[in-house]
């Protein structure tokens, strides 16, 4: 490949990769973080295109495919591969030939057809220009090949094995899907598995089989015996749970729970109206019979329920029934803090003596004695505990639906995430998934429900604190008996409901894989940082994004076409090809990187960010993200517009949709109709 023009015939030894099938490859192969920072650094904004590729082209010979395959050599995508572990430390290879059998292709067979050199996709060179200059068939241009007649079903096996690497319909995303669920689910289960660690019903840490069979004059009865004990120390096999008994295990790390409830005004999230915090310290359990459920356990939650002076005349009621002031007397007394001294309170509260009743000076009782400004640090020291730093203990926080709520307390100025004695954040909607192998997230009051606890002036932010710590309580407790319902007998399920019947199944099985049996929970699972949390929701926030402007953009391009035919590329089919629908609309596969790799450097450089490392305000503290909106240029002319940042300025202009003749070019590279999977079965 010395001499390289346009027309020129790859080597029989070259490899190649299909264009498509590269630019999937992050999120076709790797998951989780790996593919988020892979996606940044390489793929998204166009840094996937902007590489400089080298680009083959090779005719499919396929009645339903007649837009030439752009493929790279195999070469560069190793090189490239080689550079993301290098540079990010992630592992990054060929997918399986078995999961991905068009993704590294050759084509050594003689009298079979071979690519053909194109160009070079730079950042002066567009795809779309590099494919406008495919020449005709049988042009001059290209380089004369003896191309056997015998040789073209294999062939076209290959070239249907290319196109479906690229359109990610196969076996290996289905299985991917799958592993990504079953990775869900057993984190719910070892963080349940840990809480009851934490609260001494399960035991912590690993055994070796081999001390308890390490005599082999042992008769069977010892043998036994020993089988049992190790069971039991592996926790494989629990002790039956007696609610009259102590807990049968140490307190893993004698943690202290701290449980963070935190009410806003409907009107406006970035209100905060209330803030409620409970404890739970393993030390107040020892000797201590948790009782039936847990009662006697619930019984040592502490509890205390801020509200905010300056907000107190706003009270919810369109959509939910706020009770701000029907605090419950049995955990304690509302007081009135102001939203200036917010940060200091909270902080108190996750140090030694944990909100322990009786310790605090209450605050005045009426919200008019706080003043605008809060107390000042000599008025506030004495209502603030005398903290012990010397009684520096391990923390677990608490909440139902977590993660908005460290949000919430980031907006009043604390950042729990900064503890260093944090050992982990505990949802009680993951215990609760945990325990009944379902996925629905469920409300507060639901939970209760099951536990068969009555939960009284819900959404009052103390008793929801309150609450969230007996609902730990009873979901560890209740976890170690409950039965689940067995997968449905297949036998017995109608023909009509048998891929619901397949889901169910399957479903099931996930369950057992992430729920195996024994183990303690693993290692803690410290809480992200707020960089790490803020490049998730600007991942995600990016690809809902890209999504709705491709899905715009391809379909002003189907109406542009009017129906019409259109040629796939020049110099053949003109006048006769197929008019392919909008795959996009249909199966969702879109790809957010080649949607943005022009529109977020424009809509970054519009803005003045940086599109690799752009910050947003966090969806859930600034309401539904406020996507779209219709504007009017100064010219009259309808646009549409972005708003990145939600200061009500009416957003950035997205780029226009492509004009005609582009939207031929365009609309031929989207995937075709899944009518045509059955063909390209391999």
Known sequence: MAEMRLGKLAGEEDRF?????????????????????????????????????TIYYIRTLLENHPKPLLLIPR???????????????????????????????????????????????TNGCSLDELEGMIPEEGSALEESQNVEDWSFPAFRRKMEAAILAGK????????????DRVTVKRGWCATLKRTQCY??????????????????NHTWEQSQAAQAAYEEAAGLRLPRFIPT???????????????????????????????????LDTLDLTNVSPGEGGAEWMKKIRARHFRIAEHAHLQNHVHIAGCAGNFLE???????????????????????????????????????????????????????????????????????????DIEYLRTVGYNVTNLSNLLEAVDTTSLYKAMKHAPMTPSLGNVLLELELTGWHLHNAGNDAAYTLEALIGISIAALTYTHKPAPDPEKMDAAAAEAQARLIEEQEDWEIADEEGGDGGSAIPLPSISETKAQHIFAANMRRANRAEENANRNSYNDRGGGNISPHKGSHQGNSPSPRNAVSKNGELNHHAANEKKMPEIAQTTNL???????????????????????????????????????????????????????TRLAQLHYDDDDDEYFMI
């Open 245 to 279: 008994n102590t807990a049968p295990f140490p307190f893993h790390q004698n943690v202290v729970f701290v449980c963070v409830d935190i009410e806003a005004y409907e009107m406006d999230q970035k209100v905060i109206t209330e803030i409620g915090i409970s404890t």
């Open 168 to 179: 990610a319909k196969n076996k290996a995303i289905k299985e991917k899907k799958r592993r």
């Open 199 to 216: 609260l001494g019903i399960r035991p912590r840490g690993t055994v070796n089989k081999h001390y308890f069979h390490a005599n082999p």
């Open 75 to 121: 070469a560069e995508v190793h090189a490239l591969f080689v550079e993301i572990f290098e540079t990010l430390g992630v592992h990054a290879d060929f997918p399986d030939v078995w999961s991905h059998p068009g993704f590294d292709i050759g084509f050594r067979e003689e009298g079979s057809p071979r690519p053909r050199y194109l160009g070079r996709l």
């Open 330 to 404: 049995r955990f304690g007394t509302s007081e009135w803090i102001s939203i200036n001294n917010a940060s200091q309170v909270v902080a108190s509260c996750f140090r030694h003596p944990f909100s322990a009743p009786g310790q605090y000076t209450p605050f005045p009782s009426e919200a008019k004695m706080i003043g605008r400004y809060g107390f000042d640090k000599q008025l506030l020291s004495q209502y603030l505990p005398q903290v012990d730093d010397a009684q520096k203990r391990n923390v677990i926080l608490v909440g139902h639906e977590i993660k908005s």
């Open 17 to 53: 990769c299909p264009f498509a099938a590269v630019n999937k490859w992050p999120y076709m192969c790797l998951h989780g973080k790996d593919s988020e920072e892979v996606s940044k650094t390489y793929f998204a904004f166009g840094e996937f295109r902007n590489r400089g590729w």
């Open 610 to 664: 940086n599109p690799k490392a752009t910050e947003y305000t966090p969806p859930h503290l600034r309401g539904a993200a406020k996507t779209e909106s219709n504007g009017k240029q100064d010219n009259g002319k309808e646009e549409n517009l972005i708003d990145l940042d939600d200061d009500q300025d009416g957003g950035v202009p997205l780029p226009k949709p492509p004009l005609a003749e582009k939207t031929k």
